[in-house]
């Protein structure tokens, strides 16, 4: 069981690489006391990112840290972790959310937070990891699709799975009406997720998380 005994606001730090409505889903709900948890810290991936604009109209710092900045990928993975892992201990997070971050996570990152790195995917997971996943969707004719929260752990989109929500896929959805419906379920379990975290409430079993109560 991952532990929170005390009353205090749980210390989030969330990376971006886009738009950020995760981000935004998060800091509504914090704002609201919907979630015992605050927005630390943002750090993107990508200067023009949208994410960013939010962080900084909600007044939480934000910062750029980019690839480039130490080499080539993948070999400047570790240098490249190792800075965003020293921003998020510098503002005291204790829970790191993937919130549209289009990097996969390496070992830097997961032994700095073991466990306590969760990330969202428009698929209901294990179906249609990776990209384009509401794609994938469509063009397997599938008639539900969904989103996940997950533990983030060295595989693609494969870490043990906190919550799930399904969605129906319509016969005249395309790629851009079916992620604007998944959408909103993300933000949704995104937000109760963080609030189970940060209320002690999740226990991971090997592959299975449980809710206690």
Known sequence: MIPRCDRRLLPVGVLVSGRGTNLQALLDSSKAG?????????????????????????????????????????????????KIVEILKKFGVELVVLAGYDRLVGEEMLNAFPQRIINIHPSLLPAFPGLHAQRQALEYGVKIAGCSVFFVDESVDGGPIILQ???????????????????????????????????????????????LP
């Open 34 to 82: 919907l979630i015992p948890a605050e927005v630390r810290v943002v750090i993107s991936n990508h200067k023009g990112a949208m994410a960013l604009t939010r962080a900084k109209e909600a007044g939480v710092p934000s910062f750029v840290v980019t690839s480039r900045e130490f080499g080539q990928w993948p070999a400047c993975r570790r240098p490249y972790e190792q």
């Open 165 to 211: 929500a399904a969605v129906p896929v319509l016969d005249d959805d395309d790629e851009e009406t079916l992620s604007a419906r998944i959408l909103r379920e993300e933000h949704r379990i995104l937000c109760e997720a963080v609030k189970l975290f940060a209320e002690g409430r999740l226990e991971i079993k090997g592959r299975r998380v449980r809710i």
